[in-house]
């Protein structure tokens, strides 16, 4: 599968953006998901993931109540809608494929990963 992340961009503080991850070649829908970031000189950290269905989600305590992650099986997409956007916030942002129907917080559980979109936050 091949994962394309798109939607970032520089945005001030207190902004919201909508990533958007579109999948091609084979269907995810049986795969849970996952969105990562990496700021420069740190370890790549899941932001957010969505089970297979959706109706399973995680979120990283320093997101909560700000983003929310979805998916639209029909479409191939998952999205991340970012609100509230923080400084903090910024990175770049990847998706990724886990092998398993639900999600996994471990990096090692996502066997495809989408090339990344940045994201930058103003203060």
């Known amino acids: 599968v091949q994962l394309q992340a798109s939607g970032g961009g520089l945005v001030q503080a207190g902004g919201s953006l909508r990533l958007s991850c579109a999948a091609s070649?084979?269907?995810?829908?049986?795969?849970?998901m996952g969105w990562f970031r990496q700021a420069p000189g740190e370890e790549r950290d899941l932001v957010a993931a969505?089970?297979?269905?959706?109706?399973?989600?995680y979120y990283a305590d320093s997101v909560k109540d700000r983003f929310t992650i979805s998916r639209d099986n029909a479409k191939n997409t998952v999205y991340l809608q970012m609100n509230s956007l923080k400084p903090e916030d910024t990175a770049l942002y990847y998706c990724?494929?886990?092998?398993?129907?639900?999600?996994?917080?471990?990096?090692?559980?996502?066997?495809?990963w989408g090339q990344g979109t940045q994201v930058t936050v103003s203060s």
């Open positions: 990724a494929a886990c092998r398993y129907s639900g999600y996994s917080k471990y990096t090692s559980a996502y066997d495809y």
């Open positions: 969505i089970s297979w269905s959706g109706g399973s989600t």
């Open positions: 070649r084979r269907t995810i829908s049986n795969n849970g």
